[in-house]
């Protein structure tokens, strides 16, 4: 995800050369200091129109494509682009004899000649929850109990009761050797 909206950002910031500016930072966790660093830089944003899950921001165009590759949106419609290699097989899994898509292409000119690909989730992310408190928590709780907690076990059970409680597909991810803990909720 943080290499499609690197992407993006060189789009809005309209740069011909940039260099790396290594690390790692959360899209739903932008500091202060580090957007007025970007916007030094030349980002023509604030922080709030990059990740912002009650009005939508940029974060909102990337997706996952079951959970193995990303993708952009690139129209209201549901247009969405990817790398070749995300798409191969779905576009060798359409063509056929008659309509080899992997050498000759394809060009939907009406919505009615778009191709359906069957069994591909597209996933939104429509929220990142900082869960550490109640990871940390629970782990507490089960192992007081004499229950062993890996971080199989912990991701189910947070997983099962967000996806519950909001309808929408969590996953959950330790970050930084366990010190963290963030849900990514999920519209499918």
């Known amino acids: 995800m943080r290499k499609t909206l690197v992407t993006l950002f060189l789009l ?26 970007m916007q030094r830089e030349g980002l023509k944003m604030e922080a709030g129109e990059i990740y912002n899950e009650e009005n939508g921001g940029l974060a ?31 576009v060798h899994a359409l063509s056929t004899a008659e309509h080899n898509y992997l050498e000759d292409g394809f060009w939907a000119h009406t919505d009615e000649e778009e191709k359906y690909i069957p069994g591909k989730s597209v996933y939104f992310l429509e929220k990142v929850l900082d869960l550490t408190d109640e990871v940390n928590s629970l782990i507490e709780q089960e192992r007081a109990k004499g229950k062993p907690m890996g971080m199989r076990r912990v991701s189910y059970l947070i997983e099962k009761k967000y996806k519950q409680e909001t309808s929408l597909e969590a996953s959950l991810s330790s970050m930084w050797a366990g010190s963290r803990y963030y849900l990514a909720l999920y519209r499918v």
Request: one cysteine or more; proline letters at 0%; hydrophobic letters at 40%.
């Open 12 to 37: 809005v910031l309209g740069a011909s050369s940039l260099r790396a500016d290594e690390g790692m930072w959360m899209v739903n966790a932008i500091s202060r200091a580090l957007e007025s660093k």
């Open 60 to 90: 909102d165009a990337i997706v996952s494509l079951d959970f193995g590759c990303t993708g952009s949106m690139v129209s209201r419609d549901g247009l969405l682009i990817t790398n070749h290699h995300c798409a191969y097989s779905d």
